[in-house]
């Protein structure tokens, strides 16, 4: 049974591909942890801040995070969810219309802090596109960039400014968060897998 | 004039019953010799192997379209389409531009058709002036000068009163009234059969019993009138019924009906392709098949192309503005055999109801392959295989729902007055 | 799978409808922002041939590519080919020429926009034809009833009007029996379709009988010109027993919505309180209009042209 994916084409791995596990969800909740002091120490002004997750995978990672926060800067931290697909830049370069994800911007943009979440970044395409469409919402103050797994081979002068954890990898493997379909407390994890599917993280 | 043997077909010759193989050889215009073994005598020789030699068939019902119209057709291109189809006379219909309700009109027609066409052209002349169905044509001097019959087809006479006296009038002249029976108010704006198609398409419906009603309303003006009346292009059950019981009770009424509405239903439609558009239109699978039956058993006495050429230009507009109406002159064997195919009659009846009948309906020469009788023949090949496109045809038009389909069935060559006016490997010969 | 054009309700399976319908519900929300423009379309050319006036549904159509980031072209030939130089097919050539992302094609014959589309390389969008069929429209209005009630499936839909002459009726009654609906049809005899039944709906001639039970009321236009003499005698007679009021609206269900597909005429087929109040949806129907219609441009607009392994599908 596949399992929800959380990378940007919404696909499931292939049944039978040797699947290793990079992060486990201890792993995970221990990185979020870290993550979650390492935004409080950066910005001064935690009220001022806006997680913004990238669906499907930044889902889970955002509210847990925004859990985080409140628990080391008691301090309620409005989450959003901001699908990238309209703006994505290889749109009319497939056969396949991707289906487009939920979208739910509870607070206005302006002036705020917005950490952008995502689970793996590897070309930095996706981050990108996220970008576009935070600036159609409004003009934000500043905006940081959380992933999960950083994977490398960016294609754009993309940056992330907190990661749970650098995993070098071939650029025609594949990594994936799992999981990510459950509740609030159910397990995640992050796996490679080898050979690499179309249209995973970008 | 040279002879010309048509050797090695199967001779098929309603007007005695002959079914059986032979040669046929024809010499100055008439038919000289009919049988087996013919002998040459330096005649040009026709290969008829595997086909049937059949009596030149006579097409009761065609649009050649001059005067007026001649960017669709004209008479000498209506011609030579016409003996590609094995078609060696055909009547023409009078809705031209003018119509024909005059006698230099009929005269001019005579004329044309002498010079440029191929096959032997009769006119049917108006039956009402300018088919505005008010005032009755002169038909005696129609007559005298060479209409076969009379006919508003394109159009209905809607006023049973004045159909009345046309029918009464024309018995004075012998000759048939062909009636195109649709009643306009029951056809309204309707362009397809009414229907689960015409529902489906959203294009308004053309009942079957517009054309039924006027079928029997002309059935019964001719029992009282004791004129010839002769239904164009059946198309519905109820119609077939309603000349069924007129024979019954000895009315004198005969009948037609296209290759079409015995091959094709209302589903060609479906694609919104104007080629399929017609009047009367393509009707249901009951009313095709009572078509069919009808045929059989002689309710239907002839096959008439209804051949009407249009424009690239007109056809290609809306649906509910493309003029109706489809060529039909080298198709119609190939679509007609299905009724043999299918068991439905034999190949006797089947050339009976191509030649003998129309022939016998216009009280023209014809329908024959006596000694002595005009030596026009039709070589059909009944099992040939071949692509039918437009394009290559004799016809100026190209509006036919078989474009592009495999066919069965073609005519290798045709005689008129015993000249090879056509083969199929050399094209139109003559003029 | 959807094809490459969008012709009618009838080419689509039920998934598809579901697919176009979860489009939709994204693109609403782009209608919630601030700026209501996404770069999806950016640098496309999406093209309103209209020969056939309409504001409400071109405007639709204008606002949809709009938002997101198409250009929008509007070309409204002459009516018909009486009397023009140039016919349509010979336009659509033209237009072919000048290679469009996709063409949105109205007009008042039957079949045109399918006559177009096997002229046109570029995806052609039905935003209706004669008779025949308004994909759109039955689609916004499924998303309005799925809006309303959370489903469709096993919903009594009924449908009041001038049916033989109604695109809108057509593909609706398309699209509601695919999704699961029992559909009903209600008018003056002359205005039912031949056959009607071979559609798979059940034809009423008593409006209350068929209003009976229904979830949903589809209130049809009727057109003046069809009234008179006819097909029904007259406004007044119409309006007295087709015509729509609360009155009426009671032997359906207590929660029963009103619909019509606009614009109404006020007291003929619907009395004015339910033109403006609940449990009318026109409003929510046209606002849906220009979701949907975006969602139909994001899945048929701009997509390659025959890739070696797509085939024009989705």
Redesign the interface.
Known sequence: MAHADATGSGEAPRAGEAARQVLNDTGIRRALMRIAHEIVERNEEPEALYLVAIPNGGVPLARMLAANLHEVADVGVAVGVL?TT??RDD???????P???????PSAVDDRVVVLVDDVVKTGRTIRAAM??LM???RPRAVQVVGLVDRGHRELPIKLDYVGKNVPTHPKESVRLRGSGGGLDAPLEVVLLGGGTAGEAR | MARVLIRGGRLLDPSTGRDEPGDLLAHDGAIEAVGQGLDARGAEVVDAEGAWIAPGFVDLHTHLREPGQEYKEDIASGGRSAVAGGFTAVACMANTQPVNDDPAMTDFILDRAAHDSPARVYPVAAATRGQQGEVMTEMSALVAAGAVAFSDDGRTIMDAGVMRRVLQYSTLVHVPVISHCEDRHLVGAGVVNEGPISTRLGLPGNPAIAETLHVIRDIELASLTGAHLHVAHVSTADAVDAIRHARERGVSVTAEVTPHHLTLTDEEALGYDTSTKVAPPLRSAADRQACRAGLADGTLDAIATDHAPHAQHEKDQEFTLAPPGMIGFETAAAAVLDLVRQDELTPLELVRRLSTNPARILRRPGGSLGIGEPADVTVLDPDRRWIYDPAKGWSKSRNSPWAGRELQGRVVATLVGGRLVYHVDRGVLVP | MIGSDLLGIEHLERSDIERILDTADHMREIGEREVKKVPTLRGRTVVNLFFEASTRTRASFEIAGKRLSADVVNFSPQGSSMGKSESILDTARTLDAMDPDAVVVRHSTAGVPKRIADVLAAPVINAGDGAHEHPTQALLDMYTVRQQKGRIDGLTVTIVGDIVHSRVARSNIQGFLKMGAEVRVAAPPPMIPAAVETLGVKAFTVLREALDGADVVMALRIQNERLMGSYFPSVREYSATFGIDRAKLHYAKDDAIVMHPGPVNRGVELSHDLTDDRPSVILDQVRNGVAIRMAVLYLFAGRPRSGPDDGGKL
């Open positions: 699908d309209l703006y749109l009319n370069h497939r056969g396949e219309r289906p487009l994800r939920h979208t739910e911007m576009d469409a159609d919402f409004g």
